[in-house]
């Protein structure tokens, strides 16, 4: 059965030994950040429950509940230890199932407590700096819900950096390549403020799917009830005519205030550098519907790689590259885009034509998410599996030709958290085409791969059985 | 209270631990940076606060407004 809502999933880690309990009192700081880092250290990083945090009765946190490719297994309801091309496969099968739209419900235990006046955040979240030159505490894995000011069945849910500054208004990281930024600029178009609700400690999919760069018009409701093979529980919110997922821990509803920017940052990203600090929209919260204490604060750390975001965006933008390609070029065999956000990423094919890599690598460009994240593009054949870099690195090292398989496209856009963007925002885009030439390219003459003898999988097999 | 991030004297107590006020919050209310008394000294005071992350009305005016507010739309 899939999860509910975020208690289920880590009532499942804790029974599967992928949750370690803090019971001794932290500190807001260092500690929940320094402990949600180590967790991502350490083998089949577990998930990390704080009991008691210092200053808060009964309020918990924890972090890192995505981190490790076991607890995604779980997240799917597989057994841990799945390996990575099975979690991919499985991705991919239940990709076809969508849309299973959502169902509403009236009822629901987030709103167990409902305030609408006297809003103050830090009284109902124990918020904590993440990494220590943040400018001040920020949620990094809530869901944020709007709509299309002038299509209002378009409804988006993403994952948005939102940094604290008061005890009712939040910075937010809007950037131009995200649905949000399009509501907000029509919304800003027409100075009216832009409808918001930000759910807090969700079930597992509902974060996974908040991070799927899906087309403008695909509903991530619908996709979540595909990944999870069953609908998933929504609920009006209270002040605002938007829809919150059901089983939501917090959900704060507010606005975006038209037409202001302010001073939001630095923060520590997913390249695992701090980003530059910006002029960023804010949000006026004007209500909060919660469960009752003891409330779970589900937050994530970031920085360098790997870390709990690079399981959340990873294999979920390899997938949705890899359905977006397909439609486009039935030739593509896999993607995996699972380097900083799909700043790299690696397309396996086959080809119709000679230079075909080059076009796929275009074909890339042309979704979504290749409007600013994939800079570092490498194109392989069928034979070659991209997430195996030793295969990819050999395709690169014997069939790639510098003079003739190399595309720039200098002054492209790109992310202004990239710190090899000069200026900020703008990078080279990179297609390395490493695959085989075919006509009417001159195919490499006098080539005869290696194969692997005949007996060899036999041999494996008895070789096995020598070493029990 | 100076803020340590960007100098000014404009930082004040807006909160403090709801069950036994064992630390309290501040904020900055020029520049929205939050810290906590409880915090290393290199976050807290403005003098170690490392020079990378400080902020200064020069380096205010160059930031960039992120999305770029639109023209507004022309009343038909």
């Known amino acids: 059965m899939p999860y509910r809502d975020l208690r289920e999933f880590l009532k499942r880690l804790e029974a599967e030994g992928q949750l370690l309990r803090v019971e001794r009192e932290v500190l807001p700081e260092p ?37 490790s490719w076991e607890n995604y297994a779980l997240m799917l309801e597989l ?72 299509d209002v069945k378009n409804q988006n849910l993403g994952i948005y950096r939102l940094q604290v500054k008061d005890k009712d208004r939040l910075g937010i990281q809007a950037s131009a390549q995200h649905d949000i930024a399009i509501h907000l600029r029509k919304a800003e178009e027409l100075n009216q403020p ?49 829809m ?12 975006i205030i038209p037409r202001k920017r302010r001073i939001e940052g630095p923060f520590g990203e997913y390249t695992g550098f701090y980003s530059a600090t910006m002029k960023q929209a804010e949000i006026k919260i004007k209500a909060i519907t919660r469960r009752k204490d003891p409330v779970i604060f589900d937050n994530l750390y970031i920085g360098k790689p790997w870390k709990e975001h690079d399981y959340i965006l990873g294999l979920m933008t390899s997938v949705t590259l890899y359905k977006q390609l397909k439609v486009m070029a039935p030739e593509v065999v896999s993607v995996n885009a699972m380097y900083c956000h799909g700043y790299g990423t690696i397309i396996s094919t086959k080809s119709r034509v000679g230079g075909y890599g080059k076009i796929i690598g275009a074909k890339l460009l042309a979704t979504p998410h290749g409007l600013i994240y994939p800079k570092f593009i490498i194109i392989v054949d069928e034979d070659i599996d991209p997430f195996n870099l030793n295969e990819v ?22 992310s202004t958290l990239d710190p090899a963007g000069y200026p900020r925002g703008l990078v080279t885009r990179m297609i390395l085409d490493a695959t085989q030439p075919i006509p009417p390219d001159m195919p490499l003459e006098g080539l005869s791969l290696v194969t692997p003898p005949e007996e060899a999988s036999q041999w494996i097999e008895e070789l096995k059985l020598i070493k029990k | 209270m100076f803020c340590p991030r960007c100098d000014k004297d404009e930082g004040i107590k807006f909160f403090e631990a709801p069950q036994d006020r064992s630390w309290e919050l501040y904020r900055c209310q020029y520049c929205d940076f939050i810290w906590r008394n409880t915090e290393k000294e290199s976050i807290k005071n403005k ?20 999305p770029a507010i639109p023209p507004l739309r022309k009343r038909s």
């Open chain 1, 79 to 150: 057994p841990k230890g799945t390996p990575l091309k099975q979690l991919f496969q499985e991705l991919v099968e239940r990709w076809d199932r969508f849309p299973i739209p959502p169902i509403v419900v009236n009822n629901s235990l987030l709103k167990e407590v409902v305030l609408k006046k006297d809003i103050n955040i830090f009284d109902e979240i124990p918020l904590f700096r993440i990494n220590q030159y943040d400018g001040g505490p920020y949620l990094s894995k809530a869901v944020v819900i709007s709509k299309d000011p002038e």
């Open chain 1, 31 to 67: 500690d929940i950040g320094a402990a949600a880092y180590a967790a991502g250290e350490i083998s089949n990083g577990p998930a990390i429950f704080f009991e008691k945090i210092k200053g808060y009765d009964q309020k918990k946190v924890v972090m890192n509940a995505h981190g």
């Open chain 2, 47 to 66: 003098d170690l606060y490392h020079p990378n992350f400080k902020l200064n009305e020069d380096r205010i005016s160059q930031m960039i407004d992120k």
């Open chain 1, 194 to 242: 832009l409808p918001v609700a930000i759910a807090i400690g969700n079930d597992p999919i509902i974060t996974l799917v908040g991070a799927m760069p899906l087309q403008y018009h695909e509903d991530e409701y619908e996709m979540a009830g595909a990944l999870r093979g069953e609908p998933t529980e929504i609920i009006r919110a209270e002040t605002v005519d938007l």
């Open chain 1, 244 to 255: 919150v997922p059901a089983g939501a821990e917090i959900v704060l509803e507010g606005e």
């Open chain 1, 393 to 414: 690195m050999w395709a690169l090292i014997t069939r790639f030709r510098a003079d003739r398989d190399l595309v720039l496209i200098p002054n492209a856009p790109g």
